[in-house]
């Protein structure tokens, strides 16, 4: 079994940059597809990114392509998400979380979850 616990989110000015982390623990993490969603209030989860257990490939929301990376590192056993260019209308609650291979785009295919780490962008 996989544990997930999310950092980085904070208060960010529009424009600015945020860099959200995911730390996880137990010796399968290299096995599992790893994928960001977020949750804005009153609005179902959505798909952010996705990368694949070896990091050779991943996928992206047409919403933040050019703008957000997904990237992991095995020997830290943490993946991230480096935000740019960042606007009010991506304020949510951003979620890592690990399932089966390949990095597909449904949340269903993700049975591990964090807890959740809050993303606010002002004006």
């Known amino acids: 079994q996989v544990q997930l616990v999310e950092s980085g989110g904070g208060l960010v000015q529009t424009g600015g940059s945020l860099r959200l982390s995911c730390a996880a623990s137990?010796?399968?993490?290299?096995?599992?597809?790893m994928g960001w969603f977020r949750q804005a209030p009153g609005k179902e989860r959505e798909f952010v990114a996705a990368?694949?257990?070896?990091?050779?490939?991943?996928n992206y929301a047409d919403s933040v392509k050019g703008r957000f990376t997904i990237s992991r590192d095995n020997a830290k056993i943490t993946v991230c998400l480096q935000m740019n260019s960042l606007k009010p209308e991506i304020t949510a609650v951003y979620y890592c979380?690990?399932?089966?291979?390949?990095?597909?785009?449904?949340?269903?295919?993700?049975?591990?979850w964090g807890q959740g780490t809050q993303v606010t962008v002002s004006s």
């Open positions: 979380a690990a399932g089966r291979p390949p990095p597909v785009a449904t949340r269903t295919a993700y049975n591990t």
């Open positions: 137990g010796r399968t993490f290299s096995m599992y597809t």
């Open positions: 990368i694949s257990w070896s990091g050779g490939i991943t």
